[in-house]
């Protein structure tokens, strides 16, 4: 069973544990969380990564996680502020 339901409800566990991590300034560990989800799709996952990485001073990778998070949104800075 499972299924659908049970990958968002993982996806969501490991996106909060991250952000909670991101928050403490643990940003090794919300590195790691954030590197095993596996959703290369959903733009929020390359934001945080590059925040991530930015705060970690790992510059390349923070702005390759840019570079994806601005191909998926190109118009975020334009957006960023509007209403979903």
Do not use: W
């Amino acid at each position: 069973m499972g299924g659908f339901g049970a990958r968002l409800r993982s996806f969501a566990a490991a996106v909060s544990s991250c952000l909670n991590a991101f928050r403490k300034k643990d940003y090794r560990a919300a590195r790691d969380i954030v590197l095993k989800i596996s959703m290369p799709s959903y733009f929020c996952t390359h934001a945080v990564t590059a925040a991530v990485y930015g705060q970690l001073g790992e510059r390349e990778a923070a702005q390759r996680a840019l570079r994806e998070f601005l191909a998926q949104r190109p118009n975020f800075a334009a957006v960023a502020r509007e209403d979903p």
